[in-house]
């Protein structure tokens, strides 16, 4: 395997952009990962670069920023932004205004975190937004584009969420139960979307990915053979 690729992963911070940088780290695709945010993470790595700052600056600081491979972990709550504008900031015009930019300094794939239901047609605003983020991505001519769409997600937090932390508790308990398309609406560990994020990109690196454009489904990262670290 090439170990000589670069990363760049937005939202570090989050549930499932901490597990992608530690998978990516592990991973031996890369010489260099880069993490771009506001906040510093807490870690230290020898192949671990860090781009602190607004979200809304990246034109600035990432440029003549270099990656083969970006995983895009942002995403937010409506609660949590307040309000619907600031949502869609977070969650559609930050990953696009990123992705246009590492596409111009010759990203080869963008991978990144949508949800399970995202439509540009849906009457919910959390899917229609998610479903615009897809459509838009899919203009922006990556080489790749790998689209997660998982269901409720599980795995340590620094803040506190009740509604999930309910529903994943009693997912827990029924998941044993739930199988083939009851998998779309179980819980799925953070680890584990990680786990395909970066086995997908290894996949591109080995030749054994052939699709321009991948979704995959909660079912489908409950269900893959990734085995992460």
């Given amino acids: 395997m090439k170990n000589n690729r670069i990363a760049l992963i937005l939202g570090a911070t989050g549930l499932i952009g901490g597990e992608c940088v530690r998978q990516a780290l592990a991973s031996g695709n890369y010489s260099e ?19 602190v700052g607004p979200l809304a600056d990246a034109s600035k600081l990432l440029n003549g920023c270099k990656a083969h491979d970006v995983f895009c972990c ?4 409506i609660k949590k932004a307040k309000t619907k504008s600031a949502f869609k900031t977070i969650d559609y015009q930050y990953p696009v205004e990123i992705a246009e930019i ?29 479903g615009e983020l897809e459509k838009t991505l899919q203009s922006l001519d990556y ?18 969420r009740l509604g999930e932390s309910v529903s994943a508790a009693v997912g827990s308990l ?55 670290v």
């Fill in 143 to 160: 080489p790749y584009l790998t689209v997660m769409r998982p269901s409720l997600l599980t795995g340590e937090r620094d803040e506190y």
């Fill in 33 to 51: 990962v880069i993490v771009f945010g506001r906040r510093k993470l807490s870690l230290a790595h020898s192949r671990l670069t860090q781009i």
């Fill in 174 to 228: 029924i998941r044993p139960l739930m199988k083939g398309v009851l998998l779309e609406i179980s819980p799925v560990e953070a680890q584990k979307v990680a786990q395909v994020m970066v086995g997908e990109a290894e996949k591109l690196t080995n030749g054994l990915r052939y699709q321009n454009i991948l979704v995959i489904k909660s079912r489908q990262i409950q269900e893959s053979d990734y085995q992460g």
């Fill in 74 to 77: 942002l995403g937010t709550t």
């Fill in 102 to 130: 590492m596409r111009e300094n010759g990203a080869e794939h963008f991978c990144v975190v949508s949800a399970a239901g995202a439509n540009p047609t849906s009457y919910f605003f959390y899917n229609r937004v998610k």
